[in-house]
């Protein structure tokens, strides 16, 4: 299995400067945020020159690009900046065979707007008709520009739990409808133990098995304040549980480190190696 790197997680930089470290730091390839990661871009109305110098800095370091984020909330209050957002998805996945990548990311947001954190409404039948409405058009625009959309559910946003991110997929799914899991996004201050993060690893992949193309990987701790990441192997995961897992059921997915701290990151590279090696 191969290990990536959530870009931005080194700070924004230049491409061809961002690219190196990236080989440097012995990982496969990269999750790319365009606008989080890059030095000087917006990743609105793309020039197709921009992107394909982008890219290229990627492809010179023998770099893959797992997953491109365009993430965004498609129930903020300001509708405004959701079409703007919409637009800036469709051109992702207009661009995204430049950078040899299947997959443009996005989670499903929040009532709390740019807070992306719990709101009652959240879990409700509008929000999850809502999120539906404009995911279905993303996929259909995805199917016309041959790419695919990857759907990233948490405990704070629409998408709450496994059961209700696998209900959105079946819904809109034309071929091109793929998800992103992050165990930690679907934990709280209430349920994070190792029995909990079991269940979730276990119903994710009982229900969307063969959608699930990206794994987040992050680790935690409790001590100085509620779900703090550390480097991988340093907390409370169960990561061997969860390498175990998408070893035996999703052996081709993308390992794609998020939030890990930069000084951690060799540590954890070697980490996740060992246990795919176990």
């Given at each position: 299995m191969k290990i990536f790197v959530r870009a931005q997680d080194l700070g924004k930089k230049d491409e061809i400067t961002l690219a190196k470290e990236i080989k440097a730091l012995g990982f496969d390839g990269l999750q790319l945020a365009i606008n989080k990661a890059i030095v000087g871009e917006t990743a609105y109305d793309m020039d197709e020159d921009r992107v394909k110098a982008i890219a290229k800095a990627?492809?010179?370091?023998?770099?893959?690009?797992?997953l491109i984020g365009a993430y965004f909330n498609p129930v903020h209050s300001n509708k405004d900046l959701v079409l703007k957002n919409i637009k800036?998805?469709?051109?992702?996945?207009?661009?995204?065979?430049?950078?040899?990548?299947?997959?443009?990311?996005?989670e499903t947001g929040?009532?709390?707007?740019?807070?992306w954190t719990y709101n009652p409404k959240n879990r409700t039948e509008e929000a999850y008709q809502e999120v539906k409405?404009?995911?279905?058009?993303?996929?259909?625009?995805?199917?016309?520009?041959?790419?695919?959309?990857?759907?990233?559910?948490?405990?704070?946003?629409?998408?709450?739990?496994?059961?209700?991110?696998?209900?959105?997929?079946?819904?809109?799914?034309?071929?091109?409808?793929?998800?992103?899991l992050d165990v930690y996004?679907?934990?709280?201050?209430?349920?994070?133990?190792k029995e909990y993060q079991h269940h979730v690893v276990d119903e994710a992949i009982a229900l969307m098995k063969d959608k699930i193309k990206n794994i987040h990987l992050k680790d935690f701790t409790?001590?100085?304040?509620?779900?703090?990441?550390?480097?991988?192997?340093?907390?409370?995961?169960?990561?061997?549980?969860?390498?175990?897992?998408?070893?035996?059921?999703?052996?081709?997915?993308n390992l794609i480190?998020?939030?890990?701290?930069?000084?951690?990151?060799?540590?954890?590279?070697?980490?996740?190696?060992?246990?795919?090696?176990?």
């Open positions: 990627f492809k010179d370091q023998d770099l893959e690009i797992a800036k998805y469709k051109e992702h996945l207009k661009y995204a065979h430049l950078f040899d990548c299947k997959y443009i990311g996005s929040s009532f709390n707007d740019d807070k409405r404009i995911f279905n058009e993303l996929a259909i625009y995805a199917k016309e520009v041959n790419s695919n959309l990857a759907i990233e559910g948490a405990s704070g946003h629409c998408m709450y739990c496994p059961k209700q991110l696998k209900r959105l997929v079946d819904e809109i799914d034309n071929g091109h409808v793929f998800v992103t996004n679907f934990l709280d201050n209430d349920h994070y133990d409790m001590d100085k304040e509620p779900l703090l990441k550390v480097g991988l192997g340093e907390g409370m995961m169960d990561l061997p549980y969860i390498i175990a897992k998408v070893k035996e059921n999703i052996p081709d997915a480190f998020e939030g890990v701290p930069k000084e951690s990151m060799e540590s954890s590279i070697n980490y996740i190696r060992k246990l795919l090696n176990d």
